[in-house]
Each structure stands twice: as structure tokens, then as C-alpha cells.
């Protein structure tokens, strides 16, 4: 089995969160032979905090970058993954991964993620699920997560498809259009909630910038510039009233996303992969998103046996 596997993690101010990561990471069953970790201009303790752990953990590589003086999700994330990235040969690697610095990973969370690509050949992106502590009931909660796509604070990628897909786009709903790129092109993309892996999320969804409800508008933004029908947004918007914080956070995804549309603001450039997209969607809505991705995922085995079957 493979198992030679590169992490990137972009970070910025993480020194309330990062030593779990950290800490649960040089556990795992089986270690990253290299993790570049990329300081996106930090003024906390966290260029402290990474020091030691470079010089404690020769597998880990510290990349700094100039502090532009506030945290940038989105785009800003996926320069910061780029420019770890791009110290690195991905050739000599197997799998790529992209992880955040708020998570607690369980101990045998990549060897499982391997075997499972080992596997399934098919399969070139994936991950577990997360769930964050009720600050309430102090509970372990789901974040309620779909299994069609990886999880973008856990992305876990064959190089192989990562290169074919063209990598992450710099714009919001990075995470969401690469699993649409993965299945137009053949691959199969999918998370799992099975008790190796499920992580810790130490920071809900969506609140790193400012806050949840800044998160919603701007994942309606980022559904708008992926291509979402407005059937589609309407119905996500609609569940998402239901889940944490309630109403609001579904209401403030729908303006998000109407916001976009009154503006005119522009919109993914790839027609053809958001056409795709939205024919995905349709057939979420009338068959459920289970069926509608084992049915997509067969029909679109022959493009990708046409390129990998041996």
C-alpha cells in the first residue's frame, strides 16, 4: 500500500487551536514524510509555537509569508496552500493534503484514508467528518457535512487527480468545485462517518473571518460563483434554517447568494463544468443526493477507465 503523503496547511493566529493539531498529527499511525506548514503573516504566538515543532519534528517545514494585516478565507487560503505547494516536488509524493490548524485528527485517520484509496482506484479525494463540541450540552456534534466531496479543511487528494483536476481554483467554493471537477472528469470523490474518522472541528464551519453569519452570506457568494441553480440554493437554504445557527444561518446564505446575483458579480468561467454542476443538482433534487451521485459516478467510470484502466 501507498503511503508517502505530503500535508500543506495554511495558518494564520492559530495558537488557540494549533498544538491539538499539531499533537494529533506527529500521532498518527502513519506520519507525512514532509508537512509544510505556511505561516500567512501570524502575531500571535504562532511563529513560537511552529519553531519548536520544526525543531522538535524534522518532517516539518515552516514557509512564512509577509502579514497583510487581516485573515483572508477563500482565495487567501488557497495563495497561502500555493505558495507551501510550490516548495515542494509533488512528484515524490503519492498523496497531497490539505489541512487546516483547528482540528484534532484521530490516530489512524490517514493510514485509513490510504487504504481506502488503495483500494479504490477510482477514488482521488476524500475524508472524514467533522463534528465540534456543543459549548451547551458539550456534546460531540455533526456538522452535517454531505459524503459526495472531502471536507475542505481536510482535503486529502491522489496526486494523480489532484494534477488532472488542475488543483484547487483561488476563490471562494474552492472546496465544492473541485469534487464537481472530480466526478466530471471520472473520479470519485467522498467523506465518511466512521469513528477513525471523525475529527474535531475546534472552530465551527464557516467563522474563522468574523463570524458564522459572515460565513453563510459568504458561502451563498461562493454558490453563486460556482453556478447553483436557484431551485438548488433555495432548497440548501431552506435545510440550512434547521441547522446551527438556526434561521438566520440559512437566511443569511440566500442573501449571500442574492447579493451576488443583483450585483452582477462575476462568475466561474468554466461553462461547461458549471452546466455540469447544476445538471448534478437537478438529479439531487428529484432522486436524493445518494442516488444521484452512485448513478453520476457510473455513468462517468468509462471517461476515467479511458485515461487510468490498465
Same mark, same amino acid.
Given at each position: 500500500m501507498l503511503t508517502n503523503y505530503v500535508i500543506v496547511s495554511p495558518c494564520r493566529n492559530e495558537a488557540d487551536f494549533m498544538l491539538n493539531t499539531l499533537d494529533s498529527v506527529v500521532a498518527q #499511525?502513519?506520519?507525512?514524510?514532509?508537512?509544510?506548514?505556511?505561516?500567512?503573516?501570524?502575531?500571535?504566538?504562532?511563529?513560537?509555537?511552529?519553531?519548536?515543532?520544526?525543531?522538535?519534528?524534522?518532517?516539518?517545514?515552516?514557509?512564512?509569508?509577509?502579514?497583510?494585516?487581516?485573515? #483572508?478565507?477563500?482565495?487567501?487560503?488557497?495563495?497561502?496552500?500555493?505558495?507551501?505547494?510550490?516548495?515542494?516536488?509533488i512528484q515524490q509524493f503519492d498523496f497531497i493534503c490539505k489541512l487546516d490548524l483547528d482540528l484534532i485528527m484521530p490516530e489512524r485517520y490517514f493510514e485509513t484514508l490510504m487504504k481506502r484509496m488503495h483500494d479504490n482506484p477510482r477514488l482521488g479525494n476524500c475524508s472524514g467528518k467533522p463534528y465540534y463540541i456543543d459549548k451547551d450540552s458539550g456534546k460531540f456534534v455533526s456538522e452535517g457535512c454531505g459524503d459526495e466531496n472531502a471536507i475542505g479543511a481536510s482535503k486529502f487528494y491522489r496526486?494523480?487527480? !489532484?494534477?488532472?483536476?488542475?488543483?484547487?481554483?483561488?476563490?471562494?467554493?474552492?472546496?465544492?468545485?473541485?469534487?464537481?471537477?472530480?466526478?466530471?472528469?471520472?473520479?470519485?470523490? &467522498?467523506?465518511?462517518?466512521?469513528?477513525?474518522? &471523525?475529527?474535531?472541528?475546534?472552530?465551527?464551519?464557516?467563522?474563522?473571518?468574523?463570524?458564522?453569519?459572515?460565513?453563510?452570506?459568504?458561502?451563498?457568494?461562493?454558490?453563486? !460563483?460556482?453556478?447553483?441553480?436557484?431551485?438548488?440554493?433555495?432548497?440548501?437554504?431552506? !435545510?440550512?434554517?434547521?441547522r446551527p445557527p438556526y434561521v438566520v444561518g440559512g437566511l443569511a446564505m440566500m442573501w449571500g447568494y442574492i447579493k451576488s446575483a443583483l450585483t452582477r458579480v462575476p462568475r466561474f468561467e468554466d461553462a461547461e463544468l458549471s452546466a455540469f454542476i447544476r445538471e448534478y443538482q437537478w438529479a439531487c433534487l428529484l432522486k436524493g443526493k445518494s442516488r444521484a451521485t452512485a448513478e453520476l459516478n457510473a455513468r462517468q467510470e468509462p471517461i476515467w477507465r479511458s485515461k487510468h484502466a490498465s
Open positions: #499511525s502513519i506520519k507525512p514524510a514532509l508537512w509544510v506548514i505556511v505561516d500567512d503573516g501570524s502575531t500571535d504566538e504562532t511563529p513560537n509555537i511552529l519553531a519548536e515543532y520544526a525543531e522538535k519534528y524534522d518532517f516539518i517545514q515552516i514557509v512564512t509569508r509577509v502579514n497583510r494585516g487581516h485573515r #483572508s478565507v477563500g482565495p487567501g487560503v488557497i495563495e497561502a496552500f500555493y505558495e507551501g505547494l510550490d516548495t515542494v516536488d496526486r494523480e487527480c !489532484f494534477e488532472e483536476i488542475g488543483g484547487f481554483v483561488r476563490q471562494v467554493m474552492w472546496d465544492g468545485i473541485d469534487g464537481h471537477r472530480c466526478r466530471q472528469l471520472g473520479w470519485v470523490a &467522498q467523506s465518511w462517518d466512521e469513528p477513525d474518522l &471523525q475529527f474535531t472541528h475546534l472552530r465551527p464551519m464557516g467563522s474563522s473571518q468574523k463570524n458564522i453569519i459572515t460565513g453563510r452570506i459568504r458561502h451563498g457568494f461562493g454558490q453563486y !460563483f460556482m453556478g447553483t441553480g436557484v431551485v438548488y440554493m433555495l432548497a440548501s437554504g431552506i !435545510f440550512r434554517l434547521s
